[in-house]
């Protein structure tokens, strides 16, 4: 029997997931369902939890994190290792990248009915990312990691007031374009030596590189058009050698994936992948602060077992080349 754990980081959303989870322990007590319920009170702290109850028992289990994409990367932190374990979301965050690629409705309600739905059926695996540092400290990610321009915005984004108050005034997603903007004007770009499948390539006037593991993005913004969280690959985007301004032009293309097209943008694929900088480049995954450069990543094929309305990039392809034979 699958034993359902929750946790849940209250202060995710700004406050909204406290009223989030009300609603959800309210049908599962109605729908008699049993489970566990677990409240993070600091940064870390779901990993903590996580940890602990991947080792209570070998028997198969779900956790179900309820709160934004930072909460679910700190979930799977502490279950890495530990097979037996399907991990899902109850989006509840500002950004909802995850809930985007995987199909999970935003509305809580119907999220958690598509989860208890879903937990029934043939696991899916996807691939996960991991990072490892100079020091030996080892980081997972599941949507994507990043360094450079991108994270010193990302950690602006999680240590400031205006996300709260445009979340408060129903303009969450806004917070990314308001700080991006912001620091377009105070960022040094950097050189970065990347090495892919063995391949270097040295970048000079570097603003970012993101290994992404599937397309979304700083809530919502395609960085990675093409990435498929199942392809045994990861898609790496380098944006370097723009003026200020072009970054800007290019920044308003990312949301339909239309910025890979210009030539200060490259983009790779790969297995294995160094960074190293001139200078230190802070670091994040999955939109949480992780650490700085250099680093190594590797990809871990069908990792983890997660909770998704997605369909299988194995499966989409059948069914693409079944309808071709058709005709
Ligand atoms: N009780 C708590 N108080 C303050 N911060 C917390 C608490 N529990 C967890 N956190 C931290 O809150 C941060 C944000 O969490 P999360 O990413 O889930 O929400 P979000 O930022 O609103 O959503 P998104 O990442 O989708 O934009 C994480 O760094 C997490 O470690």
Redesign the pocket.
Known sequence: MQEIYFII??????G??LNIWKKIEQTLIQENIHFHAF????????TKIASQIAVIHDHPKLII?V????????VLNGIKNHKNIKIGLI????????SREFQIPQDPLDALKVLLRLRKDRPAFIDIGKIMFQDGTEHYFINNMGAGFDVLVAYK??HSKV?SIL?KLGF?RLVYVYFLLKELFLYKTNTIDLMIDGTKSTFKQTWFVTVSNQPYYG?GMKIAPDAAPDDGLLDITVVYQLSRLKLLLVFMTVFWGKHIHFKEVKTFRGKTITIQSRSTMFVHG???FIGYTPLHVDIQCKGIQILTRRQPKEEADWKARDTYDIH
């Open positions: 980081n209250p202060s995710a959303g700004n909204r997931c409240f993070t009170e600091y940064r870390g702290h779901a994190a709160g934004g994409d930072g909460t679910l990367h700190e989006p509840g965050g500002s950004g909802n990248d995850f984004v999680n996300k979340n969450g809530g999955d939109g949480e």
